[in-house]
């Protein structure tokens, strides 16, 4: 089936039908906004689910631990992207890549929906990593394959995608944040009943929207490669049991060496990334320059996404304990400020495609564009450590300021995310274009892989001072990238 062109492809795939779009999108769409319904769903309850008491339904862990757990969870379930990709790619394709993953996905959620004890909340993380890593960037790349090359529906349609993103991410924590009062396990079954219903979407219209989209294997694995990549498979496997055989009874194998391990992993592996990339025989010596342009673009976007992705830790923990949650009577759940973050992106989204464009030639360059994303980060911290300067931190805080924190960082996101990965597929080498997906999450790994160590110095007692330092530090790096932008754009050599 490799033979397939880009050509058949397209031609397969019916081309108007959904808002103007290929009918494709509308089963990427609702796939996405299911899995992510279920993903956000389930993320918005799970951090009080580890650390609230056993008698109020949770597992009893110590907050900071259920804090670093959440953020290794989150690194590792974009970092198994590579896999995933590597697996479609390669082996089965993207659309076999996303049934699989949906299935896992599900699989996981129902393992939490069981009431049960903490064995099955690993079995359900490790399910749910796997799941996410075949279905994530998968079905985003999927959206780029549904258009004839050139298209310019393209970019509205990756921009209607996220839209679909943020609509699942925003719906699923008011009904699983409602339902958590009641049973946690409740919560997470919403979770699972999302995840059949995007699998269901999926099955039910891909052949008739898709075609043959995501049907080939793009790069099939050659029967002398197969016993390379086995051979190479079997030995990893055999040095991690031998590994983990001598670190166990030795006592090494700690959950912080655990964090540690993955923390050295997140980083560690987009520098791998990276050099190979660079060392390449096909990469170019124009590409070559591109890939030093990408790297500190990659690292202000880890900063940026330390500080997003702690919406569902550190602030889902001060939503919690240091917010007045009781509006006229009325006891919110904390997991309700989960869906500011997608209400704000997807109210805002309109009108910064509208700026971008109404300043044409004027608007930021990309390299400015990632210095707002960071500065606007930053400054959500700033603003949360406000309360604590002005009322102290015993006082529950008004929840304005929370969604005003959250309202801030996504301005920032709406300068970087979006533009993120169109910037990585213009800079990543031809040759490595399939992984481009997987190598743009990785920023969000490595981001998540800090994060929980980050998480450990907080402390109700200390907050100031550590919102003021990663907020000081994401403004200070943001006026940085901002002075080296011109450099930045002239190794982009007329990526724009
Ligand atoms: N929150 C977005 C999503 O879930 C973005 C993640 C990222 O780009 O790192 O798709
Ligand atoms: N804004 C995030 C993303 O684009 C969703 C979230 O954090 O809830 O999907």
Redesign the pocket.
Known sequence: MSQITKQQIVESVPQKGFFGHPKGLFTLFFTEFWE?FSY?GMRAILVFYMYYEVTNGGLGLDKTVAMSIMSIYGSLVYMSGIIGGWLADRIFGTSKAIFYGGIFIMLGHIALAIPGNIAMFFVSMVLIVIGTGLLKPNVSSVVGDIYPENDNRRDAGFSIF?MG??MG?FISPLIVGELMKTSFHLGFGVAAVGMFFGLLIFVLTKKKYLGLAGMHVQNPLQPSEKKKVFSIFAIATVIIAILVAIAIPRGWLTFDSFIAIVGILGFLIPTIYFVVMYRSPKTTAVEQSRILAFIPLFLASVMFWAI?EQ??TILALYADTRTNLNIFGYQISPAFF?SF??LF?ITLAPIFAWLWMKLGDRQPNIPQKFSLGLLFAGLSFIIILLPGYFGGTDALVNPLWLILSIFVV?LG?LCL?PVGLSATTKLAPAAFSAQTMSLWFLSNAAAQALNAQLVKLYTPETEMMYFGIIGGTAIVLSILLFAISPIILRFMKGVH
Request: no cysteine.
């Open positions: 992510r956000y996220y993103i943020n991410a997003q919406g569902s989960q973050n997608p992106i996504v996101e995310s």
